[in-house]
């Protein structure tokens, strides 16, 4: 890909003859240009504008190039200073670029010469200036901010995880099927001081027996029919990073085994091998399944399930977490507009309580289908109810009712007895406790009083015929 070559540059030199040739040549090759005469007036000029390349005279009459080295060390340290000098030795060249300086070049300068470091050097920034953008655009899509949540549940496990990402601690992620699990690992990854290494993921369910230990731990040519030659496993790809186990309660009880002394011992040898190999790596599991009980039933090690279950995470349900479903829909609407190129400005009032009523069974991971098929079917520029799956009005009401509240009302009247159900719900699980239930409804208190007024909810008016 080619790369813009042209950039702001600083000459500083108390020559001016030097300085301005120099800026000359400069400003013809399409460089926008600046000069500075002293270290002062130099310093002055940087700290009004960001510079790209300052190439700066080594001898100067008030400070030296050195001074300006490592003042713009500490205060442009994205600006690259090449020093040109007419003593040049290899001690100070070394020295040079031990303090950080970009490159050294002996006077007199070489026009070709010159060129060629400033190119180098616009193109180093404009390559970190990339993978800056492409960092931030992982961290969007990987970072804390891609598992949304607002309800209480989700910001105690919000803080739990910023309190353990930096650790070495083994993480367990408890939830059901399509609640985030994935996204939660890859957010801890990503919050880590190894978000630079590896992140590798390994789904054991979906693997045979046979095969897993293989992918996980390696092995060796000839270890087993098919084995033709040597194969790294997953724990070496991660070796410095994080590795995340999903669905860990399909392990075989030998896989279990080895994966309780990898946990304990951090070595491990390849199958069909002999050679211990020694990792650094950070685990993660999750699973959907109750390990209690299966340490209960003895399909799960009681050791192996105490070494990993260290720090928990709980994924709530989404039907557990309702007040988030419009933050939800609402982000990957706009996901999906702009993957498609639709124009969908909004979720209108009555497909978003439609989408409050329905219980989810397939939690996140169902609503993104929902939404991502609403977008595709959607005609008029807002999401309606009629985008929606059928599946979802039998939840809140029978197919019927809805249809015929929809004649010459709006949805939302046909959805005031499940919305009244929802508050008490909401109400029950939080013991009466109005704030907390406002916040997981995703309301504040003023609208949910005037809703239990609305809709005559009150501790006694409920269990009055109970």
């Keep these: 890909m080619a790369r813009n070559s042209s950039g702001s540059l600083l000459v500083v030199d108390d020559d001016r003859h030097i300085q301005s040739a120099m800026a000359e040549y400069l400003r013809g090759l399409g460089h926008r240009t ?5 270290c002062l007036e130099a310093l002055e000029r940087m700290e009004e504008f960001p510079f790209e390349v300052v190439i700066c005279d080594v001898n100067l009459q008030d400070k030296d190039g050195f001074h300006l080295l490592q003042w713009a060390r500490e205060h442009a340290p994205e600006t690259a200073i090449i020093l040109l000098t007419g003593f040049g030795t290899i001690e100070s060249a070394v020295e040079a670029i031990r303090m950080g300086a970009f490159d050294y070049l002996t006077k007199p300068v070489i026009d070709e010469e010159l060129r060629f470091s400033i190119e180098r050097a616009i ?34 496990m919000f803080e739990l995880m910023e309190s353990v990402a930096d650790t070495k601690t083994t993480v367990l992620i408890l939830g059901e099927s399509g609640t985030g699990k994935t996204m939660t690992a ?37 270890s087993f029919t098919g084995a033709t030659h040597d194969k790294i496993g997953r724990f070496l790809q991660a070796d410095g990073g994080t590795l995340f186990l999903d669905e860990i309660a399909t392990a075989s009880p030998a896989l279990q085994v080895k994966l309780l002394r990898v946990l304990q011992d951090r070595e491990f040898e390849p199958v069909g091998g002999n050679v211990t190999h020694k990792v650094d790596v950070r685990l993660i599991l999750a699973t959907n399944v109750d390990l209690e009980e299966a340490v209960r039933e003895g399909r799960f090690r009681e050791d192996l399930y105490y070494r990993i279950n260290v720090i928990t995470l709980t994924q709530p349900a989404l039907r ?32 978003m309580q439609v989408l409050q009523h329905y219980h989810w069974p397939g939690n996140v991971r169902e609503l993104v289908n929902v939404i991502e098929r609403a977008v595709v079917l959607c005609r008029n520029g807002v999401i309606t109810a009629a985008d929606l799956p059928e599946k979802l009005f039998a939840s809140a009401e029978s197919r019927a009712s809805v249809t015929a509240h929809l004649g010459n009302a709006p949805l939302k009247v046909a959805l005031t007895q499940p ?6 719900q909401a109400l029950e699980s939080t013991g009466w406790n109005r704030q907390k239930t406002a916040r997981a409804l995703g ?7 005037k809703k239990m007024k609305r809709y005559d909810i009150d501790f006694e008016s409920v269990y009055k015929h109970m």
């Design 419 to 424: 919305e009244r159900q929802l508050i008490i």
């Design 34 to 38: 600046e000069t500075a005469s002293s």
């Design 320 to 351: 557990d977490r309702l007040g988030d479903i419009p933050l939800l829909a609402n982000h990957y609407l706009q996901i999906f507009t702009e993957q498609t190129g639709r124009r969908i400005t909004q979720i209108e009032e009555a497909a």
């Design 123 to 156: 193109g180093q920034r404009q390559i970190m200036e990339e993978n800056r953008k492409l960092k931030a655009q992982l961290t969007e899509r990987y970072g804390l901010s891609s598992v949304i949540g607002k309800d209480y549940k989700m910001v105690r």
């Design 186 to 222: 890859r957010a801890l990854h990503h919050l880590s001081n190894r978000r630079d290494k590896a992140f590798v993921e390994v789904a054991c369910g979906a693997l045979p027996e046979t095969l897993l230990e293989s992918e996980l731990f390696g092995h060796v040519a000839g």
């Design 443 to 449: 309301i504040n208190r003023t609208t949910l009083y």
